[in-house]
């Protein structure tokens, strides 16, 4: 897995790390404590949670949401009400297969080739009824919608700690599907809104719009990563990411 950070030195990273753990930790003892987090819990994972279809709608009040024609969304959960309203609006999504394992490694949901859309937003069903497509032929994003463990008074956003999702918006940037300006949305509970400030790294990107169940809110945009920064690579996450290797990225660019 990856282990990156903003700071050169592994100890200051590792310092890093271990503070975003305990954010999560602290998150996810919050939802669970209030019985707010549902099967199969919320440690270790963008955890799903009560109101997650209300925090959906009211998401789906944005400008930025009814602008958008084509999403890149998570797999995960809590965002599976989003994926449905989606489709149901005729808009496409683009699903990432899991760890970038395939070099066609996004599934388009196209909500006119979908036969059944309450199992297409499923992870499985994404597999099912998606076209795998490759990132170089995917078409521009309006709106990337990601899951978190929280977000920040800010925006600065906290993910389950895999790297995934900031890899798949550094493939975007790099290649030109996802814009210096393209919003990033997320659905949240209001204990995932944490007063912070959240750690962030380089390659971590912030937040502009939160639908919780209560409410709308939109942060102030912040400049975001523009590309893959070679010193988060390592060589088994080169080896086991086909477009990595494509793009040119071998054991001699990590560092």
């Not at 997650?52 to 789906?60: E, F, H, N, R």
Request: one cysteine or more; proline letters at 8%; glycine letters at 10%.
């Amino acid at each position: 897995m990856m282990k990156r950070g903003e700071a050169p030195g592994g100890s200051d990273k590792a310092v890093l790390e271990a503070s975003k753990q305990r954010w999560r930790e602290k998150v996810w003892r919050a939802l669970e404590d209030s019985k707010a987090a549902l099967f199969p819990g919320a440690r270790g994972r963008i955890p799903n949670f009560r109101g997650a279809a209300g925090a959906a709608a009211k998401l789906a009040t944005s400008l930025e949401w009814q602008r958008a024609r084509t999403l890149k969304c998570n797999p995960d959960s809590p965002q599976k009400p989003l994926r449905a309203l989606a489709l149901r609006e005729g808009k496409t999504i683009y699903v990432a297969v899991p760890r970038l394992r395939e070099t066609r490694c996004f599934l388009e949901l196209d909500p006119r080739r979908v036969p059944q859309i309450a199992a297409a937003v499923t992870i499985e069903g994404a597999a099912r009824f998606g076209r795998p497509v490759h990132p170089r032929d995917k078409p521009r994003i309006d709106l990337v919608i990601c899951g978190s463990v929280a977000v920040d008074k800010d925006g600065r956003r906290l993910g389950k700690g895999g790297g995934y999702s900031d890899l798949e918006f550094a493939l975007g940037r790099e290649l030109g599907f996802i814009g210096a300006g393209t919003p990033i949305a997320t659905t949240l509970h209001p204990l995932q809104l944490v007063t912070g400030p959240l750690p962030v790294t380089k390659h971590d990107f912030w937040i502009d719009l939160v639908g919780t169940p209560d409410e709308l809110l939109q942060f102030k945009p912040v400049a975001r990563p523009s590309g893959i920064l070679r010193s988060d690579l390592t060589v088994d996450l080169i080896e086991s990411i086909p477009i990595l290797r494509e793009l040119g990225y071998s054991a001699a660019t990590t560092g």
